[in-house]
């Protein structure tokens, strides 16, 4: 099945994705509860981002309506280029949320198979679907064929190691018409531990003929997304929990590219990163209305130890009820940042834990 191809010339930095170009191939993995509009517009801000991809959203939530889904793709014009991710375990429902989202103008559509979510895989979606081939072909197949926007994948190496069906399935999933795939090189039984494989996304690179493979796992910096490329020969990298450790990660690698790095490549001054905060809480309050007090309490210690803020204004993060009370935190956070020693908050995305069929 031939693609449709981009309608202009491509450059150097950036890639087409079926006949969609995106700017960049630096691209935000979705995090689910995190990389929700207000996060996504704020990190566009800051430049250099490309594709973004929302949460999962379960295909039969969203064909019915529901108050959780709309909010999942609840986006802005200035939100582009995005796929809205979607899973089932029930093909059909897939492919009608596909068409539902395509007639509602979404420019691209994603299938999740790499969730190692129980309550995921347990209803047949996620990365269970890597473990049948024939099924996953069918559904991949129901998807493609019914819309014309460009259908993409994300999946994880394989079930276990023993099952490592990504390289196959990928060149499946290409001959039935996917415009890309996106690799996390780890399989579901590994959950969130070990190391993402980059022999592991080079074999799927190396098992398609001609769609983009998107490397994804463990980018913290621009030079783990410049290796990731380098060792797998992947056309782009999505980047998830580092671009929540360092939103500039995609304005830096964009510098890189077009040799700027030295002259503009500086880590963001404290007061860019407290604007940062404002911002991302401003878009959500945009969104959310009163509601965002709440939303944004989970990124509290992430901003605090970010920035170095004082414990008893981070805790303040964690408990407002107001907007007035957020402007009135952040005029104290700006008064005295940097008075706590600040640590890398690696482990403040939470990631799944213990056995994962109890996940
Ligand atoms: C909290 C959290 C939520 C996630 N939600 C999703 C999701 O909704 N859809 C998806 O395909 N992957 C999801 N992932 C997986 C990430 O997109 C990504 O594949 C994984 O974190 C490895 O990349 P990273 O090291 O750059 O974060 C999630 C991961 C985490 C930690």
């Given at each position: 099945m031939s693609l449709p191809q981009c309608p202009v010339e491509r450059k150097p930095t950036s890639i087409c994705i079926g006949a969609r170009e995106i700017p960049s191939r630096y691209f935000l993995a979705p995090l689910a509860g995190y990389t929700q509009l207000a996060f996504r517009m704020a990190v566009r801000e800051l430049g250099g981002l490309g594709l973004a991809t929302t949460d999962l959203v379960q295909a039969t939530m969203l064909l019915s309506g529901r108050r959780k889904s709309m909010d999942l793709i609840a986006t802005t014009p200035a939100d582009r280029p995005l796929s809205i991710q979607i899973f089932s375990g029930k093909p059909r429902e897939l492919a009608r949320a596909a068409k539902w989202l395509e007639d509602h103008g979404y420019e691209g559509v994603d299938i999740n198979?790499?969730?190692?979510?129980a309550k995921v895989n347990g209803q047949g979606g996620g990365a269970r679907l890597m473990c049948d081939t024939e099924d996953a072909c069918r559904t991949v197949a129901g998807v493609v064929n019914g819309v014309q926007i460009p259908v993409t994948v994300k999946m994880r190496l394989g079930w276990d190691a023993d099952r490592i069906t990504a390289p196959a399935l990928a060149r499946e999933f290409e001959q039935l018409g996917i415009a890309a795939v996106t690799i996390h090189g780890r399989t579901r039984q590994q959950g969130f531990h070990g190391r993402a494989s980059l022999d592991g996304i080079r074999a799927v690179v190396e098992a398609v003929e001609g769609i983009p493979v998107v490397g994804n796992g463990d980018v913290r910096t621009p030079a783990d997304a410049l290796r990731m490329r380098r060792e797998t020969g992947c056309a782009a990298v999505a980047i998830g929990r580092g671009a929540m450790l360092d939103p500039w990660i995609f304005r830096r690698l964009a510098l890189i590219e077009s040799d700027e790095a030295g002259s503009t490549n500086a880590d963001p001054s404290p007061e860019e990163q407290i604007d940062f905060l404002v911002r991302h809480f401003t878009l959500m309050e945009q969104q959310h209305a009163g509601y965002a007090c709440i939303l944004f309490r989970k990124f509290a210690g992430w901003y605090g130890a970010r920035l170095g803020i004082p414990e008893d204004l981070e805790d303040r993060l964690r408990r407002f009820e107001s907007a007035g009370e957020f402007s009135e935190i952040v005029e104290q956070i700006r008064a005295r940042h940097g008075q706590r020693e600040s640590a890398?908050?690696?482990?403040?995305?939470k990631t799944p834990n213990g056995p994962n069929a109890l996940w």
């Open positions: 198979m790499g969730c190692p979510m890398t908050p690696t482990a403040l995305v």
